[in-house]
């Protein structure tokens, strides 16, 4: 959607919250109103009834409420109160929530009043000099709301929205204040595009990668084990061993070398990097041993890869080196984001490397590593993506570091992106701290960007202001390198997770967990599926994966073929055999696939296998 839709929509969407908040004062007068925003591809409203818990099966009365106040056509009419009138509306009002809004507005003291929205009210802070004037306020029929708007000209202009769901919110995001009921709405210009929305939505619910989890049997949450924590089922672990397998061999292939380090670190280490002083936050610790050490559950690799450098590394001779870990991460996540693997506590499994550098080998290394990129991409048949660079604004910001080398940095990475014609977009002023960065970017099954790895380049922990890593250069002096930290699937666990909202579960035949299902239509043919199966032990797929042994299940039950085919299909089994008493006679098998069904002779098996 372009920025022009979005300007257009966002007046409609919240004259939609306004006109929310008078239906919901209709139907129950004695309710508080909070704030109602625009949100993306809609709008919400806080609201406290008392005794009331509103529910999906009143959104019908509420809708029907609303579109009374639409099909009146009431104008929106614009009007500014000094900040006491305002109060004492409030007071007459009966809206306490509005009042200690414009309290705070009241101390907070600013000339611009009129011009901020409710929420933004709430968060202002004392203001050197000014002196408060008015605040604003819209009209339309006999309801009255706080506000700045902007609005469309009526009520009648408003789209078509429709209300998806209420949720508990504290007000003001703060969990010692009264929990209020947050009703939220979608909304766009015409019924069709609302159509297509919903539609969407459904679409995504089946693709979920939670749902998709547990009916495929993958991993599931255990209360008893903790939120954030997934367990993997065989099949779940089969698919995250796979892609690491996959990575490994990859990476080999390129001059990688694997290492391993612990899951348990003393705190200086953490304070030599800057992790304690910035990350601690996120960061899970234990209490002091006998010693007085203090450790933390490793969040990140970075550190300990860089203590191994310190005993590889001597002369410029030793580089690039590059080093990968696939190593179980953990971080401290507010339990409120936790989404099955796409955001979780741990093992986070990262599919991690730090390559280290010379300024002169950072263009050469970032071409080859922007190719390796494509490559995985490919190979997953992803092609909906792009670059975001988040470059430094030295203008504005300081970075630790030496500028020339970040200054360097930046320039190589759009020069690179530019000669290989990479499409990408650039944030100025949003670099990491440490050096510039280049996320890899695509739209979720929401159409909702996200981003599925990043590749970091580090100037600042390499530096003397951090953990002083150093090589002798050709003039036998000491340098210090650039740290490229590198994450093609990003974790493993959310890897699979986004593979399985981009696929709905039909993973690619060599990555599905079971990729051949036998199924027999009567106990006759068990003698002829043994030699079935003895052709599918020898098969050994080579592509992408090398030496990936084929996976296969007997389905012999005494149930109808029907059934076994249902069964099959619903566990997304990308390949049947079906095997009667005709085949045994013929020497043939009966396949199955998505594209349909066909029969090939046995000889045939492994070949059509492998060509899967």
């Known amino acids: 959607m372009s920025d022009n839709q979005q300007n257009e929509l966002h007046p409609m969407r919240h004259s939609l919250a306004h006109i929310m908040a008078a239906a919901?004062?209709?139907?129950?007068?004695?309710?508080?109103?909070?704030?109602?925003?625009?949100?993306?591809?809609g709008f919400y409203y806080d609201v406290d009834i008392p005794d009331v818990a509103i529910s999906e099966d009143d959104f019908k009365k509420i809708e029907k409420a609303m579109y009374k106040v639409i099909n009146k056509d009431e104008s929106f009419v614009q009007s500014n109160k000094p900040i006491v009138e305002a109060l004492q509306w409030a007071k007459d009002a009966k809206q306490p929530y509005k009042e200690e809004l414009l309290n705070d507005?009241?101390?907070?003291?600013?000339?611009?009043?009129?011009?901020?929205?409710?929420?933004?009210?709430?968060?202002?802070?004392d203001a050197e000099g000014s002196k408060l004037d008015e605040v604003g306020f819209y009209t339309n029929g006999d309801f009255t709301d706080l506000c700045r708007g902007p609005h469309v000209e009526s009520t009648g202009k408003v789209g078509a929205f429709k209300l998806m769901r209420v949720a508990g919110a504290y007000w003001r995001g703060n969990e010692k204040n009264p929990q209020m009921q947050r009703l939220y709405g979608v909304a766009f210009e015409t019924k069709e595009e609302l159509k297509e929305y919903l539609q969407m939505l459904e679409e995504a619910k089946k693709r979920d990668h939670r749902k998709l989890g547990k009916e495929l049997d993958l991993f599931f949450i255990s209360e008893d084990v903790g939120a954030g924590l997934p367990l993997m089922m065989p099949k779940g672990e089969t698919i995250k061993d796979l892609l690491m397998r996959y990575?490994?061999?990859?990476?080999?292939?390129r001059g990688y070398q694997y290492v391993s380090t612990p899951v348990l670190t003393q705190e200086k280490l953490y304070e030599r990097s800057g992790h304690a002083q910035f990350y601690a936050e996120d960061m899970y610790s234990t209490a002091e041993d006998e010693e007085g050490n203090k450790f933390y559950l490793k969040p990140m690799n970075c550190p300990h890869n860089h203590m191994i450098y310190?005993?590889?590394?001597?002369?410029?001779?030793?580089?690039?080196?590059?080093l990968s870990e696939h190593a179980g991460l953990y971080r401290y996540e507010l339990s409120g984001t936790l989404t099955g693997l796409i955001r979780m506590r741990g093992p986070i499994t990262q599919n991690d490397s730090h390559v280290y550098v010379t300024n002169d080998q950072l263009r050469d290394e970032l071409k080859d590593l922007m190719e390796f990129f494509a490559e995985v991409y490919a190979t997953f048949d992803f092609k909906d993506y792009w670059y975001r660079v988040s470059l430094p604004d030295f203008s504005k910001d300081k970075y630790g570091g030496d500028e020339k080398a970040w200054r360097h940095a930046a320039k190589v990475i759009t020069?690179?992106?530019?000669?290989?014609?990479a499409e990408y977009v650039t944030e100025e002023g949003e670099a990491a701290f440490y050096g510039p960065k280049i996320d890899v970017q695509t739209r979720n099954v929401l159409g909702k960007e996200d981003s599925i790895a990043t590749m970091q380049i580090d100037i600042l922990v390499p530096s003397e202001a951090r953990m002083n890593l150093v090589y002798k250069n050709a003039d036998n002096q000491d340098e210090h390198p650039i740290i490229i930290h590198k994450s093609i699937m990003g974790a493993f666990e959310r890897f699979m997770g986004f593979l399985l909202e981009q696929t709905a579960g039909h993973f690619p035949f060599w990555l599905a967990p079971e990729q051949v299902r036998i199924l027999t239509i009567n106990d006759?043919?068990?003698?002829?599926?043994?030699?079935?199966?003895?052709?599918?032990?020898?098969?050994?797929?080579?592509?992408p994966l090398k030496y990936n042994e084929l996976r296969y299940e007997l389905d012999d039950r005494s149930e109808s073929l029907g059934k076994k085919i249902r069964e099959a299909s619903k566990q997304k089994v990308p390949l049947m055999l079906i095997i009667g008493e005709r085949d045994k006679q013929d020497r043939t098998v009966s396949v199955r696939t998505s594209e349909g069904e066909s029969t090939i002779k046995l000889e045939e098996l492994q070949d059509f296998v492998q060509s899967l």
């Open 415 to 421: 020069d690179v992106l530019d000669e290989i014609g």
């Open 524 to 543: 006759s043919v068990l003698d002829y599926v043994s030699e079935v199966k003895e052709v599918l032990s020898g098969i050994v797929l080579m592509k």
């Open 247 to 253: 990575m490994r061999q990859e990476e080999k292939t």
């Open 310 to 322: 310190e005993r590889m590394v001597e002369s410029y001779k030793d580089l690039p080196l590059r």
């Open 105 to 125: 507005l009241k101390r907070a003291g600013t000339t611009v009043a009129k011009d901020l929205s409710a929420e933004e009210m709430g968060t202002l802070t």
């Open 24 to 41: 919901v004062t209709t139907i129950w007068p004695e309710a508080k109103l909070g704030v109602g925003p625009v949100v993306e591809n």
